[in-house]
């Protein structure tokens, strides 16, 4: 029998509460009238709402379905979520995951980043949340009641330390999570979402399902930005046949009979000499590997909006 109890934060104040991994289990889970607390979900969960929470730090894991932030102000967050929502919050700052495009209503104040934190359970409980490490749409958020002439809506400093926003937990039983907030060893990869773009040459990779798929990404994204190169957006997404001649074009034959493996992972990196950087990154690194990379500047940025013309499309954003 579940005691709701045990899912619940309610009417706390100055305390730092958490539930270590395995401890929420994919449940339902309310925080609630909580004030000035530290409160650390280090676990996957169903759907989370937030009401009335004042001055809060709150780490929220995996979310399966949506996370809904109710009048709530000057907390600051961490949380990866298929959907995210506010209404009438003021001032959260979050470092954001999202699958999906995240939507605040009647909310000023709000600033977002990249979410980015690291444990050693973490990837399995994306896993189980059916969430994508890849599919993060943290900076084109939707505001339902924008207010002519004021914006309610920014981005957080992309020097922006998530430690200083959430800082690890006090409690002696949540310190046995082993806990990194280095943007390297992030879970998500860090993305520049709608940031301002340093340069006009982009570069298009796509990595085709298979064993090693998540791992090739990551290194990819290793090796491009110890060169400098910024990665813009991940995206990871079924295609058809149909979708690789749109994408791939000349070169989709070769591509077609890959894509029945499963999703396929596309990156998009930015910086002058993008486009040569990764080819010959991929040359040297992944010799073995079927890759898609853009040829040249020229078409590199055709291949950009072709692809996540696409992708947003099939997830409906």
Known sequence: QIDPKDYTFSGLKDETVGRLPGKVAGQQFIIQDCENCSIYIFDHSATITIDGCVNCQIFLGPIKGS?????????????????????????????LCCATQPVIESSTGMKF???????????FQFKDAGLSIFNNT?????????????????LLPENAVVQDYVPLPSSEELKAVRISTDATRSIIPITRGQRQK??????????????????????????????????????EVSMKAEDAHRVFQQHASEFIPLLEKGPVVALEFNGDGAVEGCRSTINDVFSGTKVFVSESKASASQDV?????????????
């Open 67 to 95: 996370v809904f932030f109710r009048d709530c102000k000057d907390c600051k967050c961490i949380v990866a979520c298929q959907q995210f929502r506010t209404r009438d919050c003021r001032k959260l700052e979050v470092f």
């Open 198 to 235: 340093n340069s006009d040459e982009s570069c298009l990779a796509v990595f085709f399902a298979g064993d090693y798929t998540t791992a090739n990404a990551r290194k990819l994204i290793d090796e491009m930005t110890g060169k400098g190169f910024q990665l813009v957006q991940t995206k």
């Open 305 to 317: 909006d072709n692809f996540y013309n696409f992708a947003d499309m099939q997830m409906g954003i």
């Open 113 to 123: 980043g990249c979410f980015q934190y690291y444990y050693p359970e973490l990837a």
């Open 138 to 154: 943290w900076s084109s958020i939707h505001d339902f009641t924008p207010v002519s002439g004021e914006n309610n809506w920014g």
